[in-house]
């Protein structure tokens, strides 16, 4: 009780302000009724002390407010730590994904180009190429699946909770698996499926651990061995997808070393390429969608790997007049008129990659930029159909560019497309959300591309309201 505040709004003003808010308050008064400790604890008081008041206790009660905010201090600074540490990891991650992505585009590009020229390539130089090919992708491969299990150990991965057709999901990974099984001599056995069976998972999450655990049972398998799929009901919740293969198997220290990052159990020096993150990646995505993931190995027999999901009823879904689910988008034929693409990029390897691709398609005429502001003078003279432009330039992001552009209305009906090296799924969604028509990724598939400028100067030509 003070002239001028009282200790409740004393109390009250130290908990608003940030730099005090962290220090305990004792309220000590003679006002011991109910109301008035209610009041303080409302104030925010940590603790309420009544007069007349016992001095031992009153320093016992300080001490254990002191200790207290020393352990919510020392829990604060490892809780900001851990967020700095995991902000520079995302920062770095986003980085290497770039730094890697940049000279792959232009590896896979160029080899493209090769695989597709005209007159076509010797027999030897094919199968070099194909090599080029290969080794490329698989590297893109191993990239993006250190970038996958970065993101679902931060917890950013996003995951659909939908019916999905394990009979639909099964033929496709065993369509996807079928060339690599042929080169190794395996035989394939999938389920003949009597029901249909449905789990409540991420459609692309399910298929992704289905091929990663079939492409292990085939590389580690024994020449012209076997590799069998099952499906069936473990519990009236539950549905089970076994993988078995007749390799070598795992001794039972393997087994206990199985799900580590990295960790590829002795394969190290074999013929077989990987980084040991796709078992790891496997058993977070299984118990993200609410399952279970196992192995049961025995030397010189072989291998099990099975995974549980949440078993769902088969959903409706509305057929059109032909009984037919939605089909897929047609292929956009070749456009009648000549447009013009301005290729914003500093990047004189990717300068020459796209200009070779655009020379074998006669619709679109290829304008070029190697700057920011060069490219918005370019866009600004010339009037393109559409622009491509890289995100990360010398002078100014692909961002400032698309701003400028869309707040000139001279320039504000033609479609932007991004093309980075940054992959990162916040990197995608944050480029859909500035405008950007379409965000490719480096390395770039020529396929890709031209779909993309196809679509996009479809828009452009009709003025559609939506992004096909």
Partial sequence: MMPGMDGFEICRRIKSDDDYSTVPVILITALS????????????????????????????RIEMLLHVKSLNDQLKHVTSVAEKANLAKSEFLSSMSH???????????FAQLMESDSPP????????????LNAGWHLLTLINEILDLAKVESGKVPLAQEPVSLVEVMHECR??????????GIRLLFPRFD??????????????????????????????????????????????ISIRDTGAGLRPEQLEQLFQPFNRLGQEGGGEEGT???????????????????????????????????????????????????????????????????YIEDNPANLALVSQIM??????????????????????????DVILTDINLPDISGYDILKTLQSDPATAHIPVIAISANAMPLDIERGLTAGF?????????????LDALHVTLEFADTGAPSKI
């Fill in 33 to 60: 009724d109910r109301e008035n400790r209610i009041r303080g604890i409302e104030a925010g008081a940590e603790d309420f002390i009544s007069k007349p008041f016992d001095a031992v206790e009153v320093l016992a």
């Fill in 99 to 109: 730094e890697l992505r940049s000279p792959l585009n232009a590896i896979l590009g």
């Fill in 121 to 132: 390539p010797t027999s030897s130089q094919q199968e070099s190429i194909v090599q080029i």
């Fill in 175 to 184: 369509d996807m698996v079928a060339p690599q099984a042929e080169q190794h």
């Fill in 195 to 240: 029901t249909a069976h449905f789990v409540r998972a991420d459609r692309t999450r399910v298929k992704q651990i289905l091929i990663n655990l079939l492409t292990n049972a085939i590389k580690y398998n024994s020449w012209q061995g076997t590799v069998e799929v099952t499906c069936s009901v473990s519990t009236p919740e539950r549905i089970r």
């Fill in 276 to 342: 040991g993150i796709g078992l790891v990646l496997s058993k977070q995505l299984v118990e993200l969608m609410g399952g279970e993931i196992g192995m049961e190995s025995s030397v010189g027999v072989g291998s099990e790997f099975w995974f549980e999901l949440i078993r769902v009823a088969e959903p409706d879904i509305p057929m059109d007049d032909g009984g037919q689910a939605a089909e897929a988008r047609p292929q956009i034929p070749c456009l009648e008129q000549v447009h013009t693409l301005l």
């Fill in 359 to 384: 020379l074998r398609h006669h619709d679109i005429s290829l304008i070029t930029a190697v700057n920011g502001y060069s490219g918005i003078e370019t866009a600004r003279r010339s009037g393109p």
């Fill in 437 to 449: 028509f379409r965000y490719l990724t480096k390395p770039i598939k020529i396929t890709e591309l």
